[in-house]
């Protein structure tokens, strides 16, 4: 992706998929040329396979896994980064894209836009709420995630459980908010 151009799907100016292409291009200096307008995902995967395009970036491990299994079997795609802050325990041999970030701004960049990976979904309460009153729900949350017949609907339903705590999420969005000003403006100008 340095050496030679990879030609990738993205969706609107918006989504995911342009975002992180244009990040990834910025912080890395990749040359990732995007293919703007397809409305999602799927549409995506169907260029993949008339060779409109190479690639895309930004489908979740979750989501290959469902939907196009044979490709992952069959070896008919590569996997080139993971877009995480940690690395999935399926994807060893995958690079982590902040393990490739040299400079501290640009993990710092790279921890503010994929930052929000790492929560995907969260399920949030009012201000205010009660220290003992937020702890019962982040406990209730965390025993839904290990009881064994919730995990086995999402087995069948072929959906993975990966819960993050509410103190994790909570400590990384104050590491969000906590980010220097310069490189807040820096990551926006990325995005554009």
Avoid at 152 to 167: C, T, W, Y
Avoid at 169 to 190: D, F, G, N
Wanted: net charge positive; glycine share 6%.
């Amino acid at each position: 992706m340095l050496a030679r151009e990879l030609i990738v799907a993205t969706g609107n100016q918006g989504g995911d998929a342009t975002q992180f292409t244009s990040v990834i291009n910025a912080v890395f200096g990749t040359r990732m040329k995007m293919v703007s307008g397809y409305p999602g995902g799927n549409d995506m995967l169907l260029a993949m396979e008339r060779g409109e395009v190479a690639g895309r970036c930004g489908w979740s491990w979750s989501s290959a896994k469902a939907s196009r299994p044979t490709w992952l079997t069959e070896k008919k795609v590569n996997i080139l980064l993971q877009l995480a802050l940690t690395p999935h325990p399926e994807l060893s041999t995958v690079p982590l894209l902040l393990d490739l970030a040299k400079a501290d701004e640009q993990k710092a960049i790279l921890k503010l836009i994929f930052g929000r990976q790492v929560i995907a979904y969260p399920f949030i309460a009012s201000p205010g709420i009660p220290p003992e009153r937020a702890e019962i729900l982040r406990a209730a949350f965390m025993d839904t995630m290990r009881d064994k017949e919730f995990l086995a609907e999402a087995e069948k339903a072929k959906l993975e459980i990966r819960p993050v705590s509410g103190a994790d999420a909570q400590r990384l969005i104050s590491e969000a908010y906590a980010t220097a000003p310069p490189v807040v403006q820096k990551a926006v100008e990325m995005l554009k």
